[in-house]
């Protein structure tokens, strides 16, 4: 069924005011008035989200508190289900040309034994790659496509919502511009995606009385470091276990030495489950604590101490993530990405399982008779997928086989082989990817996101 306020949508315009008016004499309320879509939040989903809805015919517009896009943050994995998804939006060839296509994935034991190995991406016989990516560069690539396809006023920046009102047809929001605390006006939308990250203040209004992310008690110290091409390959490396682990992928080709420019992530438990974190994605630390804890942490390919020391800076982010959420739709408002359901940084599924949110939405837009339907439609996907991976990445997702290794193996004289049979670690592997939905034969077998 071709919705009526899709094809309004679609025209803009005097033919979208003439379809206003026309939807002004339905009885039924619906037509074409619900034809403004607000995106709060102009990060890898808001954006993503924008681009998608556009290519079904939708003018939505972003809304985004920080004043001036810059490329933040470091690496993040872009899963082939969410490969999948921008290149049915065209943006493949950009993708992989802004950063590494990942052939493998390797699990050790702190000692250096080897828990498992597999391929990945295309090399696993995906029919998309598994691209390792700057966070800030795929952000600014989305951006500039949101801005060549729906026009430079669709993404508003220094515009933080503060609250909104929701009524029978959608919500009023309320902005204000961060840098002066001055109330900008307010604005009508008649659909709002909140796409605006763990901190939400859409998913705050929602849920008041949520508070603050929980913390697992350990910090995050991330950097990237300039290494010889040939000496990490295309690969991940993931080392230790939930108390101290390393984890480390190549992100990008650095254009003045012809190196990689490596991504690495230094796990330590520095607190207690529960307590307050410290958060902010760039806060920057001194890495002289980090130095002595990862003495003897090296395999032919990596040293780890000496990438942090020649790493240009080190932040620290605490592993947060929140409870799931028994609904993500109120009215005509509902949640993506970050906002609806952040989880640990375990099994690479953060920016992934956003995208596949985002393109989940714009197809339930386009293919259903009401908003109400569609998101209706689209939390009844994604809700529970997502929450599944919140839990599962709780309890380690696939980093479980290290947790395992250590507990069954901690002595170096202990045949791993014998305590941790290779078929339960294969089942650790494959139950992750059924679970967070890219099971290669499942995924190639799924619905497309594109309407036809
Ligand atoms: C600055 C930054 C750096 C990051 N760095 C990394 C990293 O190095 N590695 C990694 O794995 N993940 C990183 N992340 C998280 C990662 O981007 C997300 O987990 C994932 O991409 C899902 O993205 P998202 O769009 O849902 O949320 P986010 O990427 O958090 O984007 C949310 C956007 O909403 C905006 N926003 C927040 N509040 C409001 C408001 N009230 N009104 C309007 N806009 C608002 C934010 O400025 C932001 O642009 C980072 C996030 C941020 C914001």
Redesign the pocket.
């Known amino acids: 069924m071709q919705p009526r306020w899709r094809s309004a949508s679609r025209i803009g315009g005097d033919a979208l005011r003439r379809a206003r008016q026309d939807g002004k004499k339905k009885k039924d309320n619906e037509g074409a008035s619900y034809v403004r879509i607000a995106i ?8 993503t989200t924008a681009l998608s809805l556009a290519r079904v015919g939708f003018k939505p517009v972003v ?4 004043r001036n896009p810059t490329p ?5 994995n872009v899963l082939p289900h969410a490969v999948r998804e921008l290149t049915e939006l065209g943006l493949l060839e950009k993708l992989v040309g802004l950063g590494v296509a990942i052939e493998q994935l390797t699990y050790r034991m702190a000692d250096g034994r080897e828990v498992w190995t597999e391929p990945r991406g295309r090399a696993a016989g995906y029919e998309w790659p598994q691209v390792a990516v700057h ?2 560069h795929l ?1 600014m690539l989305l951006l500039e496509e949101v801005r060549a396809v729906l026009g430079a006023d669709s993404v508003r920046f220094g ?4 609250a909104f009102r929701l009524h029978d047809k959608g919500a009023s929001l309320d ?1 204000i511009d961060r840098s002066t605390d001055a109330a900008l006006a307010s604005v009508e939308a008649d659909v709002v995606i909140g ?8 998913r705050k209004q929602l849920y008041p009385t949520e508070g603050i992310p929980k913390w697992s008690g350990v910090s995050l110290f ?1 950097g990237t470091t300039v290494m010889p091409r040939d000496a990490v390959g295309p690969m991940m490396h993931w080392t230790g276990h939930s108390r101290q682990k390393f984890a480390g992928y190549p992100i990008a080709i650095d254009p003045q030495s012809g190196g990689v420019l490596f991504n690495w992530i230094c796990d330590l438990r520095t607190a207690e489950p529960g307590s307050t974190p410290r958060e902010d ?2 806060r920057r630390v001194d890495r002289a604590p980090l130095l002595p804890r990862y003495e003897n942490w090296s395999w032919p390919s990596i040293d780890v101490q000496q990438m942090v020391s020649d790493s240009q800076e080190v ?1 620290e ?1 605490p592993m947060v993530d929140r409870d799931p959420l028994p609904r993500w739709t109120h009215g005509r408002v509902t949640l ?4 609806a359901h ?1 989880m640990y ?1 375990i099994g690479s599924n ?2 992934t399982q ?1 995208i596949l949110d985002a393109r989940a939405v714009a197809y339930y837009l386009a293919t259903s008779a009401t908003p109400e339907e569609a998101l209706e439609r689209y939390e009844a996907d994604r809700r529970e997928k997502t929450s599944r991976i919140v839990l599962t990445n709780r309890a380690h997702g696939p980093d479980k086989v290290l947790e395992i290794a250590a507990a069954r193996a901690a002595d170096p004289g202990t045949d791993l082989a014998t305590v941790f049979p290779m078929a339960e670690r294969a089942q650790i592997a494959q139950d992750y990817k059924v679970i967070a939905g890219f099971d290669p034969t499942l995924l190639s077998e799924r619905a497309s996101y594109t309407p036809n």
């Open positions: 709060i939040g102009g990060g890898i989903v808001g954006l809304y985004e508190a920080v933040l943050g470091v690496g993040i966070r800030g952000q515009h933080a919502l503060g902005f796409a605006d990250g763990i901190h939400s203040a859409v991330r994605w760039n932040f982010f993506a990405g970050d906002a952040p940084p953060g920016a956003g």
